[in-house]
């Protein structure tokens, strides 16, 4: 029997959408129960929050984002952002794997992990297709300002895990350009030069000393 190649691409898994929220939107609220108590999205108000999902507790290497992540806690909070975990598995599950991880690597993950077993979260923010199961292919991680406000989101196959130095070095640039008065270039760290916003005004691009100076002008890092 021979199948056509819209038959094919019918027969193909469906895959997440990774986000379906954009850029310069306001997350929606939720609560849910977690190994910190209830939360809501809403109490993270007036801080940043990394709102991340991991496909399963009691997998490799969800386990050793979590190690890496638990480690750099204090790092995330000198930059005055929280942190959230999210994945269908049940709330006892999430005590259970944090009790391994603790007896394993010596490492408290205090944190709230969400439990979100109906998807209800997980769709509602684009973690997974639509007709999904399971959250078994995504790896999220979505970052919001004070506002609730997404500023940025990454995702990653369940096969290949976060960068924690990323996560860090992504909230550090946001929050430096979050007021609009400058620019963060490729592979910006704290404390290396920024980018000036460049002008609309042609005068002003006239008016520069060089022909790049108008779009291209490096600024100290005045945080």
Same mark, same amino acid.
């Given at each position: %029997?021979?199948?056509? %190649?819209?038959?094919?691409?019918?027969?193909?898994?469906?895959?997440?959408?990774?986000?379906?929220?954009?850029?310069?939107?306001?997350?929606?609220?939720?609560?849910a129960?977690?190994?910190?108590? *209830?939360?809501?999205?809403?109490?993270?108000?007036?801080?940043?929050?990394?709102?991340?999902?991991?496909?399963?507790d009691f997998?490799p290497?969800?386990?050793?984002?979590?190690?890496?992540?638990?480690?750099?806690?204090?790092?995330?909070?000198?930059?005055?952002?929280?942190? %959230?975990?999210?994945?269908?598995?049940?709330?006892?599950?999430?005590?259970?794997?944090?009790?391994?991880?603790?007896?394993?690597f010596?490492v408290?993950?205090?944190?709230?992990?969400?439990?979100?077993p109906?998807?209800?979260?997980?769709?509602?923010?684009?973690?997974?297709?639509?007709?999904?199961?399971?959250?078994?292919?995504?790896?999220t991680?979505?970052?919001?300002d004070p506002d609730?406000?997404?500023r940025?989101?990454?995702?990653?196959?369940a096969? /290949?895990?976060?960068?924690?130095?990323? %996560?860090?070095?992504? /909230?550090?640039?946001?929050?430096?350009?979050?007021?609009g008065?400058a620019?963060?270039?490729?592979?910006?760290?704290?404390?290396?030069?920024?980018?000036?916003?460049p002008?609309?005004?042609?005068?002003?691009?006239?008016?520069? *000393?060089?022909?790049?100076d108008?779009?291209?002008?490096?600024?100290?890092?005045?945080?």
């Amino acid at each position: %029997m021979s199948i056509s %190649m819209n038959e094919r691409f019918d027969l193909a898994p469906e895959l997440p959408s990774c986000s379906a929220l954009r850029l310069g939107e306001e997350a929606p609220d939720f609560t849910a129960r977690s190994t910190r108590g *209830p939360v809501s999205l809403s109490d993270f108000r007036g801080r940043w929050l990394a709102l991340f999902s991991h496909p399963a507790d009691f997998t490799p290497v969800c386990t050793s984002e979590f190690v890496s992540i638990a480690r750099a806690h204090d790092r995330f909070a000198a930059l005055g952002c929280e942190l %959230m975990a999210l994945s269908v598995d049940s709330l006892f599950s999430h005590l259970a794997w944090i009790r391994a991880i603790r007896d394993r690597f010596d490492v408290v993950v205090d944190f709230p992990i969400i439990e979100d077993p109906t998807l209800e979260i997980a769709r509602a923010y684009g973690m997974v297709g639509p007709n999904a199961m399971d959250a078994s292919a995504v790896r999220t991680t979505y970052f919001l300002d004070p506002d609730g406000i997404l500023r940025a989101s990454t995702c990653y196959p369940a096969s /290949v895990g976060r960068s924690v130095e990323e %996560m860090l070095r992504l /909230v550090a640039a946001l929050q430096r350009v979050h007021d609009g008065s400058a620019l963060a270039p490729e592979g910006w760290m704290p404390g290396s030069d920024l980018l000036a916003v460049p002008s609309h005004d042609v005068a002003d691009v006239l008016a520069a *000393p060089a022909g790049t100076d108008w779009f291209y002008t490096p600024i100290k890092d005045q945080a």
